[in-house]
């Protein structure tokens, strides 16, 4: 139960630090270190590299997107598709199986009605 409490405050954490513009708050509260991560990356091959090197070049963090085996990287405003680890994620990605490395901007209109 525990180990619940504290991903439910990082999910608190990263909430109020996207409210706050709080940089340091979202990556602290960008760890998961006891529920998913730890069951999910043998999974991935490569995923330690992969966030390793994003973490590396700056990126706020890496880790698996939803219940995997994909993966994401959130970046600092302003550091664009190559920014926040970019070159690194590319190249450690390309070493891992079966790559598909992408980049994207955040969507910041939000959900809407399409058509």
């Known amino acids: 139960m525990s180990d619940f409490v504290w991903q439910t405050a990082n999910l608190a954490g990263f909430i109020s630090g996207c409210y706050t513009d709080d940089l340091d708050m979202i990556r602290a509260s960008l760890e998961d270190v006891v529920v998913i991560e730890p069951q999910r990356q043998a999974l991935i091959p490569g995923f330690q590299d992969v966030r390793r090197g994003a973490m590396e070049a700056g990126a706020l963090g890496c880790s698996i997107s939803g219940a995997g085996p994909s993966m994401f990287r959130l970046g ?38 399409i058509g």
């Open 76 to 113: 600092s405003r302003g550091g664009g598709p190559g920014g926040a680890g970019g070159d690194a994620w590319r190249v450690r990605a390309a070493r891992a199986s079966r790559p598909m490395p992408g980049s994207s901007r955040c969507d910041r209109r939000g959900r809407g009605l």
